[in-house]
């Protein structure tokens, strides 16, 4: 009996979060467009609803109504699966994401290495896809997609590892009560700038979005996608967004705990700090032009790699001395 | 079907280290290829071995249309070449016609000549930069730069009625002075653009990135450039101090006062250095055109027909995008013999084998914005 | 090449120099630079001639066979140094004795001149090609190739470059029909051809 209203709860939390992030996922879309329309001195959508407050739900409808393409000369069982592959990691790993000290789908003492492990397997349906379009660009694309991703995941690992080794465990709650005094952030700013940096590179935003350089590659791994199988593909990019956004919160700002002076609810702070995140994500793609994929692999191993290994020593030495 | 034959050309070629490059087709339907350019890229990896460019979706036979009609007639045409800057074509026109003749051209209509093509240079150099910049993936800098043309393109409806294609001139000056508001919007456009471009460069001229992007990429000495044609901000960019309105000064530029800026490295960001340095010295001479423009008659007394007597002459102007000229032939007729079109981006393009080969993909992308071309002009 | 020239020049030259030195008042535009040639090139400027008398347009008639030797040493000597071809591109006389008139459009930098060189040939007459000598004539010889049918010995890669490979004719020439179909011949490639 308990176990099922153990699942029973779990089912409806999962429910609930998927539900949730492709809601707020098609929303963020549209803060997106309307931050870069002023950045821009334009308006952005304005026609659906107040505002266009109600466009991302007129871009859902369109993209489930859109005729499928699936282009004549593609792999076409590979090209169908790819953009699962790329979406369904994406929502997984939201089930050991703290949104707040009670609401989360479960707890797992290895919660991080989970996230890494999951989040690097949305490269798969990547260079599927590439593959799978049988088309230059694609391949192209997912070809940088591929070695970016792989490179970056490294820089990704070894940055969350100074957090982790202050925090002394991979349970994202726990990492959350370790800093109910101090944030992470202020021990780990070499690390925090590694991880942010890897962050922007593992979701391929700008000034990092190479694989979907539109002046280049047309439009990278997804050319040949349209309709439902192209958002997919869009769902993952800010899903994960979002799954990056929530463990640099995690680990370097003391997660969905605020300071005591304010009495706010967890999941407001929690919301506040992620909206941070992603303004600043939609803010850096309005200012800055795009890497060159060399420049983009000699700043991952020439700079960041050099970086975060001091960084791992230093954070080693330091706790050995004084704590 | 253009350059079917282009492709398996390559195609054959490419197997020289056993291992087989990547053919890929950029264009003629591709984002930053600024319009029906088709660009044959032979890859290694991501590194460009070889390159062939297809032109000609945009031949028109303007040369041919333009031995066919009247002098007079064939201004509109010319519109029609480097879109971007029109009233700059249609000077080059009218000055080459005219220079079969010994007419007198007001200084009044010489003035607002030059004032109008500054304004097209801002607008051609606005649009470069608002590409370039989209190219190299700053999307902010190409909103910001319309907003700016826009304005310009509103000046051009305010005197002549027409926005993109403006039939600007007629020979022997203009076809009516323009209206006192065009001369009071050009002022305070004049006043505010100054700052404008401080905008862009804030974005753009210390960022790393875009250092990162556009330095030492698309090097040109400046012996390469004279070897291959280059003119206009690309051969300024390189290092050589030469500009047609210093020359061979045309309409009201000989009374006028600005810089010619040149490059060092003659890489990308020089061009760039150079066309908004460019675009500082426009707006400075406009402000003088507005100081010094005197009064009087826009045109001067031409003859019902245009006759010009038999010759050929060869006259051409500094447009935004390099050397613009006419070669005309004249049979004593109202119809030229013979409208030779002095295309730059046409033979710019020329050199785009020799600044893309060993660069990287993403490269071309930035070169071919830094070379600033215009199909209308390049196919004619 | 050049002793070519020279033979070519002394069979026809003797006219025009006369009539020239009838005129000779004051000195006519280019008489430097003719001299500058001339010094190598005894006889290689057949016709000299100048709109109204502007220096800017200085035009040379060279023989064809002279046109390399010349155009190289107009570029490298000292007091011509002529850095750039500006324009080159041809003209279509169908009455004329020699119906095609080449011409090469010469500018320097440094002297801040231009200068007008031709080559008048017949139909069907190749031309040597200059691009060994400014690289921007390839593509210029290429369009003259394509809209005039004069093809260029030696070009590094002569094939069409505005019209689509299968054109069958040479619009710029004179006797190209401006309405009908008339010798506008174009053939669509069979799908075999394109290759799909």
Redesign the interface.
Known sequence: MDMALEIAVAAIKIFIVVNVVQLVVAYTIYVERKVIAHAQMRLGPMRVGWHGLLQPIADGLKLFLKEDIIPDKSDRIVFVLAPVMVLVPALVVYAVLPFSATFYITQINIGLFFILAISSLGVFGIVMAGWASNSKYSLLGALRSAAQMLSYEIFLGFSVIGPLMLAGSMNLQEIVHAQSDVWFVFYQPIAFIVFFIAAMAETNRAPFDLPEAETELVAGFHTEYSGMKFAFFFLAEYANMFVVSTVGIVLFFGGWDGPDFIPLPGFVWYVLKLSVFMFVFIWLRATLPRYRYDQLMRVGWKFMFPLVMINIFLTGFLKYLFL | MVGVANVSRIEQQSTVHGTEELVINMGPQHPSTHGVLRVILKLDGETVNDLDCDIGYLHRGTEKIGENITYTMFIPYTDRLDYIAAPSNNLAWVTAVEKFFDWEIPMRAQYIRSMVGELSRIASHLLWLATHALDIGAMTVFLWCFREREMVLDLFETAFGGRLTVNAFRLGGLHEDVPDKFLQLTQEFADLFPSRIDDYETLLTNNRIWLQRTRDVGIISAEDAMDLGLTGPIIRGSGVRWDLRRAKPYAAYPYLDFVVPVGENGDIYDRYLVRIEELRQSTRIIQQCLEQLPGGPVTCKTPRTIKPPEGEIYHSIENPKGEFGFYIVSDGTTTPYRVRIRPPSFINLGGLKKLCVGQLVADVVAIIGSIDIVLGECDR | MSDEAVENSEQTDGAPESEESAEEVKTPPGEDLKEVVESAFPGAVLEQSA??D?E??A?FVVGFDAIVAVATHLRDHGDSHF?????L?A??YPEAENPFEV?Y?LYS?EH?R?L?LKVRIKDGQSMPTVSGI???A???ER?VYD?FGIEFEDHPDL????????WGSH??RKD?P?EGRGERIYT??TRK???D
């Open positions: 709109y109204q502007d800017d347009e035009t850095e750039l071809l500006t324009d591109t003209t279509h011409l459009h930098i801040n231009r007008r400014w690289s921007s390839d593509w210029m369009e809209l094939r069409r470059i505005l019209l689509p490979d299968n619009p710029m190209y401006l669509k490639p051809e394109i290759g």
